[in-house]
Nanobody, 127 residues
Framework: QVQLEESGGGSVQAGGSLRLSCTAS????????MGWFRQAPGKEREVVAA????????TYSNSVRGRFTISRGYAEHTAYLQMNDLKPEDTAVYFC????????????????????WGRGTQVTVSS
């Protein structure tokens, strides 16, 4: 059983920054990508960013590219999302995701292929 634990959410004013962290634990972890989705009230979930096992490949949604940076930790069972220049439209619950097929699932929108999801952390940006 793999578990994903997010931290770092909170409230911030527009233009501010937050850093989300995700730690994976459990058996069966190997060579998996990690990433972040978000879901705002009344909206569908959307991919935010994803990073490969060793961190060499990343992908971002158009809405966050240039403002958010995803990275893997020294211990590869961690992932971070540095969020800068936050906007009110970034307000959402952010979910950490992981899986060997994650990058392909993000590219093809086959989100059912993603193995693991965290419980989410709230990010609120006020204007």
């Amino acid at each position: 059983q793999v578990q994903l634990e997010e931290s770092g959410g909170g409230s911030v004013q527009a233009g501010g920054s937050l850093r989300l962290s995700c730690t994976a634990s459990g058996r069966g972890l190997s060579n998996y990508a990690m990433g972040w989705f978000r879901q705002a009230p009344g909206k569908e979930r959307e991919v935010v960013a994803a990073v490969s096992w060793k961190g060499g490949s990343t992908t971002y949604s158009n809405s966050v590219r240039g403002r958010f940076t995803i990275s893997r930790g020294y211990a590869e069972h961690t992932a971070y999302l540095q969020m800068n220049d936050l906007k009110p439209e970034d307000t959402a619950v952010y979910f950490c995701v992981a899986g060997e097929l994650l990058l392909g699932a993000v590219a093809t929108h086959k989100y059912g292929d993603i193995d693991y999801w965290g419980r989410g952390t709230q990010v609120t940006v006020s204007s």
